[in-house]
């Protein structure tokens, strides 16, 4: 809907006016949020769409977890967060972003003002529909650095936009991957190098590149905690599914846990 709006050079108003809505529900309609059938209907008859519908039974259908509760989710930004702020960078998290009609919030941003350079992660536990991401990773390519410049008082801007999808280390997203492998190449042409010196603490000094990676929250010792998307698609998988992932995080947790009731035991015994 979005991508037929923009080829009639329309804004979100114009639709909302030709399908008698609000700006808001149309706004929804192409971020993907849930809405009436008649606001499908009104929306896809204004832009000369149109609808098909499947339906499916909700019960029978694995639901993905909620933003707020989804712990993977939650782990792989600490992971992230936790090894940029490590080299100095200034890290943000869930920030918000507004530029005319198009809002939304990206899940990390890492920043160094002294040399311009940004950093946006989108983490992704899942593709269900590939679409809808493509939609909002698209969005936030376009508009979120010069809406971060804005509010940093940044007056030059940006001198290098590293934009990364990381995607979770899963059979079922490595699946995903390699069947849907040119929409990913369309929607990350770059190589993870860039995103790989951010990670070293070394950002590049110019440029702009969009890149997806596949990550491992779990990863110990030796083992690679990401690759690129050329590797992901002949890798094996770390993990059967995001069940597992979440498994092995709680494990992780506990024994942590663990460890320190039994260190602070050993302190008062000590004592």
């Known amino acids: 809907m979005r991508d037929r709006r923009l080829e009639r050079r329309w804004t979100l108003r114009d639709v909302a006016v030709r ?77 918000p972003y507004q530029h005319y009609q198009f809002a939304g919030r990206a899940d990390l941003v890492a920043w160094d003002l002294d040399i311009r350079a940004l950093l946006h992660l989108e983490n992704r536990t899942r593709f269900p529909d590939l679409q809808a991401t493509a939609g909002a990773w698209n969005t936030k390519r376009s508009y979120l650095a010069d809406e971060l410049a804005a509010r940093l008082r940044l007056g030059r801007g940006w001198a290098s936009v590293t934009h990364v999808m990381v995607a979770l280390w899963t059979s079922e997203v490595l699946r995903s991957l390699r069947l849907r492998q040119a929409t990913f190449r369309a929607l990350c042409p770059d190589l993870p190098t860039v995103f790989a010196g951010w990670w070293a603490g070394t950002p590049p000094a110019t440029g702009t590149s969009a890149t997806l990676i596949v990550l491992d929250p779990c990863a110990a010792g030796r083992q690679r905690r990401f690759i690129g998307l050329d590797d992901a698609l002949h890798a094996e998988p770390r993990h059967r599914d995001y069940a597992e992932v979440a498994a092995c995080l709680r494990s992780k947790h506990e024994a942590l846990r663990d460890r320190r009731t039994e260190g602070a035991r050993r302190g008062r015994c000590n004592g």
């Open 19 to 95: 399908a008698q809505v609000s700006v808001s529900a149309v706004h929804g309609v192409e971020v993907g949020r849930c809405a009436t059938l008649e606001t499908y209907l009104r929306v896809a008859a204004a832009l000369g769409l149109t609808l098909e519908v499947a339906l499916e039974d909700r019960s029978r259908r694995a639901a993905a977890p909620r933003r707020d509760a989804d712990a993977v989710h939650a782990a792989m930004g600490e992971l992230e967060a936790a090894r940029l702020s490590s080299w100095g960078f200034a890290v943000g998290m869930d920030e």
